[in-house]
T-cell receptor, first 115, second 110 residues
Framework: EAGVVQSPRYKIIEKKQPVAFWCNPI?????LYWYRQNLGQGPELLIR????????DSQLPKDRFSAERLKGVDSTLKIQPAELGDSAVYLC?????????????FGPGTRLTVT | RKEVEQDPGPFNVPEGATVAFNCTYS??????FFWYRQDCRKEPKLLMS???SGNEDGRFTAQLNRASQYISLLIRDSKLSDSATYLC???????????FGDGTTLTVKP
């Protein structure tokens, strides 16, 4: 079974430029997460989708970040314009609710460097 | 105070040692708990779920103490390949919402 797919794996951009990340979850997983992980810290949730509905976007900096999950399958996370502080690894994860629990499976991440 | 806190580490242990990590959480209504393992420059991978009665998977034992609001991970007979960062994850009353700790780094030395 294919895992969570993310692209690109690496991205280097100048500040004020836009950037987009793409994620394809594990087939059948209706919950999709976007996380940001800074060095030495745990992943921080940006947004969580149940199918195509964003059910938790309280940590998403909405002035510059946007996300969509059309058709409830793959998803795109966008930053416009990027700032130096956005340099981090952006992780996508998916899960299938089983007995009230959500075991998450992560993609390899996109390592973003803003210069 | 963070919602999920872990031992700061790093833990440096010899092969064959037993090592334990703790993780405390602040939301008493938290519903489910997990340990993830993250290798350097890789994504987190699920190590094990933590059940109320405690659970064991080979050399790994996870326990939950709801009264004191902490979970633990015990690794017996440490292997070099156990070297990684171990992340504690707590799901809140909205079961799909996960909060990660900042991780504890383990280095197993020959």
């Amino acid at each position: 079974e294919a895992g969570v797919v993310q692209s690109p794996r690496y991205k280097i951009i100048e500040k004020k430029q836009p950037v987009a990340f793409w994620c394809n979850p594990i087939s059948g997983h209706n919950t999709l997460y976007w996380y940001r992980q800074n060095l030495g810290q745990g992943p921080e949730l940006l947004i969580r989708y149940e199918n195509e509905e964003a059910v938790d976007d309280s940590q998403l900096p909405k002035d510059r970040f946007s996300a969509e999950r059309l058709k409830g399958v793959d998803s795109t996370l966008k930053i416009q314009p990027a700032e130096l502080g956005d340099s981090a690894v952006y992780l996508c994860a998916s899960s299938l609710e089983t007995g009230g629990t959500y075991e998450q499976y992560f993609g390899p991440g996109t390592r973003l460097t803003v210069t | 105070r963070k919602e999920v806190e872990q031992d700061p580490g790093p833990f440096n242990v010899p092969e064959g040692a037993t090592v334990a990590f703790n993780c405390t959480y602040s939301n008493s209504a938290s519903q489910s708990f997990f340990w993830y393992r993250q290798d350097c420059r890789k994504e987190p991978k699920l190590l094990m779920s933590v059940y109320s009665s405690g659970n064991e998977d080979g050399r790994f034992t996870a326990q939950l103490n709801r009264a004191s609001q902490y979970i633990s991970l015990l690794i017996r007979d440490s292997k070099l390949s156990d070297s990684a960062t171990y992340l504690c994850v707590v799901n809140g009353t909205n079961a799909g919402k996960s909060t990660f700790g900042d991780g504890t780094t383990l280095t197993v030395k020959p």
